[in-house]
């Protein structure tokens, strides 16, 4: 990829390196990759197995990944003492972007301001002004895993219904912030809330985050939650233990259909109901996002 991309001519190369654990971000950064920017997004407490148990462990962990003499971008808010001992040991130079943004960016479509604020800084350090950088990412086409909205109607009789996507954000806390996203984007006045938390067999971490986060109350504010994926029925009985034998909101699909499933999860609601799936993208979330895509109508930008 590299070679091919020196073969162009390419003034610079974006690639974003999905390594977990301090080994293999070590080695995908300062022995492949070699960057001469590293963007830093967040410190978020996922894949605790392979990070750590807590956001200084998990701060150490991407610290691995700073390169030698080069520039470290991140928000302001996510700094860390090991983010300053790294770059101090490898002659990295730190870059935390604070100023926030205020207005509208005018991007056709949403994403957090912590992010676009990040790659406005990356740009701005290369000679692209703000302008110019905001107009070429208005051209962009959003990742499948991009926080997105639908209307569409299941049922019979049909049954309206907002349908949204955060499930590429995997931890409870991105989550939440997704969450706050989305009422945000919704029209004014009180819907159900319904939630499908999608959860991997191979990522048993997670699973016992979203359970300890039920038990902290995130899904405080849900009618019903249904809960898919292989591991479903065991995570919905481990809900069920955790928070008291009178929560009977939790159900489980372990391999759901998702016409069969939008049309049953929708059928008891009294108002229109807002179904925002969380977890996982991979499997019943895929799924979900190609059905909404569908059968539903884009809400918001």
């Known amino acids: 990829m590299i070679g091919r991309a020196a073969g162009t001519g390419a003034g610079a190369l974006v690639a974003e390196m999905m390594s977990v654990g301090e080994e293999c971000l070590f080695t995908e ?10 963007a830093l997004t967040n410190v978020r407490l996922d894949h605790l197995d392979a990070m750590g148990p807590c956001k200084e462990d998990i701060a150490r962990t991407f610290s691995a990944a700073f390169p030698e003499n080069a520039a470290v971008f991140f928000p302001k ?32 479509f949403e994403e957090f301001e912590a ?5 406005l800084a990356v740009l701005e350090s290369l000679g692209v002004d703000r302008g ?15 926080l997105r909205i639908w ?3 299941f049922g019979a009789p049909l049954r309206p219904a907002f349908c949204a996507s955060a499930f590429a954000a995997n931890d409870p806390e991105s989550s939440a912030a997704a969450l706050d996203r989305i009422m945000n984007m919704l029209p ?8 499908l938390l999608c959860l991997r067999e ?22 019903r939650i249904a809960v898919l994926g292989r591991p479903a ?11 008291g034998p009178g929560i009977l909101k939790f159900s489980s699909f372990p391999e759901p259909r998702p016409e069969d499933l939008m049309n049953e999860i929708v059928r008891p609601a009294d108002r229109e109901p807002v179904i925002i799936g969380f977890g996982n993208i991979v499997g019943p979330g895929e799924k979900l996002i190609q059905y909404w895509e569908k059968v539903g109508t884009p809400h918001g930008r």
Do not use: C, H
């Open 115 to 119: 992010n676009v604020r990040l790659a």
């Open 151 to 153: 209307k569409a109607e």
């Open 233 to 243: 029925r065991a995570a919905a009985r481990q809900l069920r233990r955790v928070l």
């Open 29 to 38: 950064s300062r022995r492949i990759v070699r960057p001469g920017i590293l």
């Open 77 to 108: 808010e996510e700094s860390y003492p090991a983010f300053t001992a790294a770059a101090a040991r490898l002659g990295s130079r730190l870059e935390p972007v604070e100023e926030k943004i205020t207005g509208d960016t005018g991007l056709p």
């Open 188 to 195: 004014p006045g009180p819907r159900p809330l319904i939630g």
């Open 202 to 223: 191979d990522r048993g971490d997670r699973t016992l985050q979203w359970i300890r986060a039920a038990a902290d109350g995130f899904f405080a504010d849900f009618e």
């Open 132 to 146: 110019r950088a905001l107009r070429g990412m208005g051209r962009s086409l959003p990742d499948f895993g991009s």
